[in-house]
């Protein structure tokens, strides 16, 4: 490169302008070469001295000032083996100020590229920073390629927020987040303006949602919400070593979920349904188990909205298993597991009834089936078989409690054999009575009926015919055998007016 040449004068402004400042350039030394360094200052004291020495008395203007023209000069270059190439000092301006309008301002090469100290270190930028990277994509970009060194170390001995980093949005509302290591070894993640932890995660790796101390692997103080297609909570078997994909029927693993307005749990099928719709409830596609805890019994309460529990079903010992009522009956039906014998407490209303056993004359294949005899009344009978005596006479005993019990006595006789007339002499008296022929030594079937008359008796007495409440009549009991739709039983829920 060719020599840029003299300058004209040294005190007035000059027409040598190599920088193209305008107005041209002052100033108060020059050099110029085209071979080596134009300018070079040397000094031997140590710590204060200076090869090259610039001060500037002004508001505005500069100690030293450098300028290159070409692409890989440099306006001011500083060297040292061991030491510092380049020290600028101010008191309240810049110490040193880089700048070149399409190249790069300032280069540093060393083991310790820029050393600056002061209270605070402030750059400015109109574009991207990036620290091992050319290209920066964001305004600071650190790229330590393939080495595994750290990035970014922020460390403090303090107790607040000096090895944090705060992340600040002024638009809107404003909101100023942040995260710091604590002094308890937390991890905590903090809403800065309520100076509230939102997130912590402590020494042992629990995390904490709405707590600074969590409890389990993780903890949440307050609701947990999940939505989505995959929306739901799954949780595995302890015993498991690893996760289950398809737990299949072993129930290795299990998952809450909400499908169609129902709750569900599933283990590799849906294995149970909660629907809060009529006629919904709890669906178990099995059978469950109720298992005695700390209660008197195992069983399942029946409570009605409003007027609490009503009703148990369970058992009621180790051997009997029943219906509970809270009313004056409690346990309104009892039947001994291990006989089968069934006790009710109360009325009994049935539409028909009676034995179904294996047939006396081929039990390996038939069944034999009988009717209850049905009275409208409650009615009672006792049957036997007597012979007349020399006299023509026979005396039947009825049990002790037969006039206590019953009331409106019938009798029927029969001779067996032969003729005969048979009658009854004197009605029944003392639980007994007389049975007389017209001759001796007949055999007589009889047969007596009372309606009962204890206390129970009279204060249920059966009602025969009796008229269909309102809301039952166009109802049946028994529609189909009406030619009736199911849904006109009277036991089918009606749906809501409106």
């Known amino acids: 490169m060719a020599s840029i040449g003299p300058p004209a004068t040294q005190e007035g402004v000059s027409g040598f302008d190599p920088a193209q400042e305008n107005p041209p350039l002052k100033f108060g030394v020059w050099g110029d070469t085209s071979k080596g360094h134009a300018v070079i200052g040397s000094s031997g004291k140590p710590v204060t001295g200076a090869g090259v020495f610039g001060v500037n008395v002004t508001n505005s203007g500069v100690g030293v000032l450098g300028h290159a023209n070409g692409d890989n000069a440099a306006g ?71 080495s595994d060194d750290i990035a970014l170390l922020l460390k403090s001995s303090g107790s607040g927020w000096g090895s944090g980093l705060q992340l600040t949005n002024e638009a809107g509302e404003g909101c100023t987040v942040g995260m710091r290591p604590g002094t308890d070894g937390a991890w905590h993640f903090t809403d800065v303006l309520a100076d509230t932890d939102r997130l912590v995660i402590d020494a042992g790796g629990r995390i904490g949602v709405g707590t600074d101390t969590p409890r389990l692997p993780l903890h949440v103080e307050g609701a947990l919400h999940s939505a989505g297609d995959s929306a739901g909570l799954s949780f595995e078997d302890r015993s498991a070593g690893e996760f289950i994909e398809d737990p299949g029927t072993g129930g290795g693993r299990w998952m809450w979920y909400a499908s169609e307005g129902s709750a569900r749990l599933w283990s590799g099928t849906d294995r149970l349904t909660i629907h809060p719709g009529q006629g919904g409830g709890l669906d178990v596609p099995r059978r469950m188990r109720i298992r005695q805890g700390d209660d008197g019994s195992a069983g399942v309460w029946l409570n009605q909205k409003g007027v609490g529990d009503r009703a148990f079903i369970g058992m009621l010992d180790d051997d009997i298993v029943g219906f509970f009522g809270v009313g004056a009956v409690k346990w309104g039906l009892r039947m001994n597991v291990n006989s089968g014998e069934t006790t009710v407490i109360g009325p009994l209303v049935k539409a028909g009834g009676g034995f179904k056993i294996d047939h006396p004359l081929d039990p390996a294949h038939r069944y034999l089936s009988h009717s209850f005899v049905e009275s409208p009344d409650m009615t009672n009978l006792y049957d036997g078989t007597v012979v007349t005596d020399e006299n023509g006479e026979a005396t039947v005993e009825l049990p002790g409690y037969f006039e206590a019990l019953n009331r409106d006595y019938r009798c029927q006789l029969t001779p067996m054999g032969e003729l005969a007339i048979a009658a009854v002499t004197g009605g029944v008296r003392d639980n007994s009575f007389t049975i007389r022929t ?61």
């Open 76 to 146: 001011v270059a500083g060297f040292s083996s061991t030491g510092i190439g380049v020290s600028g000092t101010s008191t309240s301006g810049t110490g040193v100020k880089a700048a070149s309008p399409s190249g790069v301002g300032l280069r540093t090469e060393g083991a310790t590229g820029i050393v600056a100290t002061g209270t605070q270190v402030a750059g400015h930028f109109s574009g991207d920073v990036g620290i091992g990277t050319d290209a920066p994509s964001a305004a600071l970009e650190i790229d330590r390629g393939q």
């Open 438 to 498: 017209d001759k001796p030594g007949v055999t007589v079937f009889w047969q007596v009926t009372g309606v009962r008359q204890d206390a129970w008796a009279n204060a249920n007495r059966i009602t025969p015919e009796e008229e269909k409440p309102a809301a039952e009549r166009y109802r049946y009991l028994y529609p189909e055998a009406h030619g009736q739709p199911a849904g006109k039983s009277v036991f089918a829920p009606v749906a809501a007016a409106g």
